[in-house]
């Protein structure tokens, strides 16, 4: 008995979830009316105080599911491969190529440059191309890891900074298009007015992604490097997983939702 009104509380409630972000869709936040809830979701009035306690906190929750709900397909995905790329670089540059700090920030900073263009120039790529900006980024990234993965192959243990620098200005291109777009598409369905409690979902989100990237890629990367299978290698597998990460944006990118 209590599991049957258990599921029927969860039942109403995520029914109110649903017809409060379809209501934030079609109407937008200020807008939004406790009858016009009730009403998507076929449900009474008295039971979003019941469920929620106000209608504001049930808004406020159904916009953290929808930043949830895209930032877990997509976000999550390139973020903690961007975490991981950045700490498996360096730790490569270091200890592989026996690069001092210096050295280090010299090679790392083509992808810092080519990243800070692309975020300049994303806005207006969107305004364009919308969601597609996201896509088309990846599909850029894949190039440029292919790129430094293929001068690993070739040139290691004599690889020098001047073979990596094309691949980094590419792959930071692309990542500077399809992570800070990937901000935009997700904001985008978030009312202005509540923008604030977006971004900070998103926000949080990034964060650990990028512990989770550098705990999982990075603690792979480091048990490969000390066994048999070599720092060499260790490396361009991390970077061929990279390049699976980025491919699997580029389809499941399509499916965004055009942010214009």
Not at 102 to 109: N, R
Not at 225 to 245: D, K, P
Request: include cysteine; charged fraction near 15%.
């Amino acid at each position: 008995m209590e599991r049957t009104l258990t599921s029927r509380r969860m039942g109403h409630r995520e029914a109110l979830l649903a017809g409060a972000r379809q209501c934030l869709e079609e109407k937008g936040y200020a807008r939004t009316t406790a009858r016009d809830i009730a009403a998507a979701a076929n449900a009474n009035l008295a039971s979003i105080g019941y469920h929620f306690g106000s209608k504001e906190a049930l808004l406020n929750e159904a916009i953290l599911r929808a930043c949830d709900e895209w930032t877990t397909r997509l976000g999550q995905a390139a973020f903690a491969g961007f975490g991981a790329f950045m700490f498996v670089y360096a730790v490569t540059l270091q200890s592989g190529l026996r690069l001092g700090p210096l050295e280090s920030a010299v090679a790392i900073t083509p992808m810092a440059i080519s990243f800070l263009a692309a975020s300049l120039v994303s806005s207006r790529l969107v305004a364009r191309f919308g969601q597609r900006v996201v896509t088309s980024g990846a599909a850029i990234q894949v190039l440029g890891v292919g790129a430094i993965i293929l001068a690993t192959l070739i040139a290691w243990p004599d690889l020098t900074i001047a073979q990596l620098t094309p691949g980094m200005i590419i792959a930071g291109f692309g990542q500077g298009l399809a992570m800070t777009t990937v901000f935009r598409v997700v904001l985008s369905r978030v009312p202005v007015e509540r923008a604030g409690v977006g971004s900070g979902v998103l926000i949080t989100t990034q964060q650990v992604s990028l512990a989770v990237g550098v705990a999982t890629l990075g603690s792979l990367y480091l048990w490969l490097a000390e066994s048999t299978f070599g720092l060499r290698n260790a490396f361009v597998m991390v970077m061929a997983i990279q390049v699976l990460v980025a491919i699997v944006i580029v389809v499941a990118g399509r499916k965004l939702p055009d942010p214009r």
